[in-house]
């Protein structure tokens, strides 16, 4: 339970603070086939996710999110 929470923090920050276009992540990142590879950001600071790219960002959360629920398919972490 102590990890979703931790993975909705991260999400709800990354949303708040990250990028200020959301049309960024419907584009080519989304439809890789490696979208999910790459994350970088596992134990960053905050000016670090700030900087970092939405391909980094992304990759990064779907790390936190299979870590969550390894059972899920790589659609559902999508």
């Not at 989304?30 to 990759?59: C, P, Q, Y």
């Amino acid at each position: 339970m102590k990890k979703v929470i931790i993975v909705i923090a991260v999400v709800l920050f990354i949303w708040k603070c990250g990028c200020s276009n959301n049309s960024n992540l419907s584009g080519p990142i989304v439809e890789s086939n490696e979208w999910f590879k790459g994350g970088t950001l596992h134990k960053a600071k905050i000016i670090d996710w700030k900087s970092a790219t939405e391909r980094n960002k992304l990759a990064t959360c779907a790390d936190f999110v299979y870590l969550t629920n390894k059972d899920l398919s790589l659609s559902e972490v999508k």
